[in-house]
């Protein structure tokens, strides 16, 4: 009898628990798809410029009453990118589409319209505060270029891919960047594997087709690295069985080991669990030249002396960083005050680009010195939306206080009351003033490794505390599943998750 009273509370409280997360998911779904209506933003009002729809500007989009400002976004990308789920669409694991978010639904939701251009800002003129932007759109057959005035600039353009400047790199490898990326090393996976299984193929041309070549030890690469095995090992195995001993994933990273910036004990951990996955680690390996069906690299022996190897591939994926885009190269060379800056817009403890008044710049291709991670722009997005936020607050009030008092000097009746307005306000911009400069909190670094292991370096109050393994997979999914854009991205990339466990991966070609 107890038994079952329990059984059936239990089944009451599941049944109750899901009916109240089915019900809080159709009331946000409801809302996301009924806003309020918008108001016309009010054009006396200063213009704020947005480079960007990355993890910087839309954090700053989310934060910002964009009543107080005439807001302009520039992106050539109408979308924003849940970057951390990226390596997971090179496979299939996750559709792309279920990791972008249409910026046109970001500013839907705020309160005041906000106008957006989808092109590209080629420069920026300090001077005249104004910036050029490029519109290179399919359906017009040529670009066209215009310019829009600033009154306040905030530069979140991210970074390009580092090649520096090795032969062969952008004419021959996929990067693992934008959605682009991810679709092309998708496709060229499943060429790989097809020719390989073409008719009369050489066996040294099956192997070279075969042989996944990643180059960048660095988180970027380690994922995708085990993504592709995990691809192989679950479904191409199964599907393509006559070619499956000679798959190969070989990881090359230049320095004495992968994933630099994670602790030793990890870095230990994830080495081992890719060996195991039978991932060909070659550390202390520089790539130097790159041709259409082989990468050539010096290896440093312990004993001092290099070897110069060539490593035949079918794919190559180049992930060895970020380098500073090419409009950001071109305002730092008209500010005297960045001359000695190389990673990027040098910036204050504000994120004011240093040299500048009125320019402010957010993640990767802002130096701050902190690390490029979607975890520090989006703090630093943040900041500057509540800054913004204040900066408004503190003008408003200023303007009130001054007709507050030339009012008292004109009617003297109404002196008390204002005088007491007048000594509140003041409070309060005193309050409003006081906001501290930006400080990054880290919470935190997590990779996937393969074969349903992740590894953890996380921070918590106050402590650090160093995890690998499948239950920090558990952890990886619903941390980053938590972190999705919107609530129509949770579901799509759990239906992803789904769907490729129970079907397997979608191989056909596009
Ligand atoms: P981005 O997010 O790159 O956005 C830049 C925006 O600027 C884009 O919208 C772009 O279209 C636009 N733009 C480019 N040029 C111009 C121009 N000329 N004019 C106007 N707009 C322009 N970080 C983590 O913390 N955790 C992770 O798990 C993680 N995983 C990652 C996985 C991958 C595969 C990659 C590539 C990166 C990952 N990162 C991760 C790093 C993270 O994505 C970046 O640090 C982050 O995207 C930086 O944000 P951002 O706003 O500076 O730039
Ligand atoms: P990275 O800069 O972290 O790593 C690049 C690696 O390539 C370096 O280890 C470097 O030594 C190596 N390299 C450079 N040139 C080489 C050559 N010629 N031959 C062989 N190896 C070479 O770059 P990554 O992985 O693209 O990451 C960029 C940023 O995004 C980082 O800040 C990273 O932390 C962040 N990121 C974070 C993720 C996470 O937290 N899960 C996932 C992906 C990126």
Redesign the pocket.
Known sequence: GKLRRTLRWAWRLTYLSTAGVVGYTCYIVYQDRHPEPQFAPDPSKKTLVI?????????LLKKLDTENYNVVV????N???F?????SCTTGTIEHRSIMEPVRAILRHKKAAVKFYE????SIDPDRKIIK?VDSSEIKGATSETEIPYDMLVI?????NATFGIPGVREHSCF???IGD?QQIRKKIMDCVETAAFKGQSPQEVDRLMHMVVVGGG??GV??AGELQDFFEEDIKKLVPEISDRFKVTLIEALPNVLPSFSKQLIDYTENTLREEKIDIKTKTMVKKVTDVSVEAEISRPDGSKERVTIPYGLLVW?TG?AV???VKDLMSKIPAQKDSRRGLAVNEYLVVQGTRDIWA?????VAGY????????QE?NFLGRLFNNMAKTENHETRIQELSSRMNIQAGDSAEAAHEIESLERQLRRIKDIKPFRYSHQG???YIGSEKAVADVSWWNGNFATGGSMTYLFWRSA?LSMCFSTRNRVLVILDWLKSKVFGRDVSRE
């Open positions: 480079l960007g729809t990355g993890w910087g500007s839309v954090a520039v992106s050539p990308r979308y924003f990118l970057t951390p789920l990226l390596p092109a590209e800002a080629s932007v979140g353009v991210g970074a390009e693992l960047k934008e991810a988180p970027t994922e995708f992930a970020n885009r090419p409009i957010i993640g990767d291709c802002a690390a490029p991670t979607a975890q520090v722009a989006s997005g670094s997590l990779a980053y």
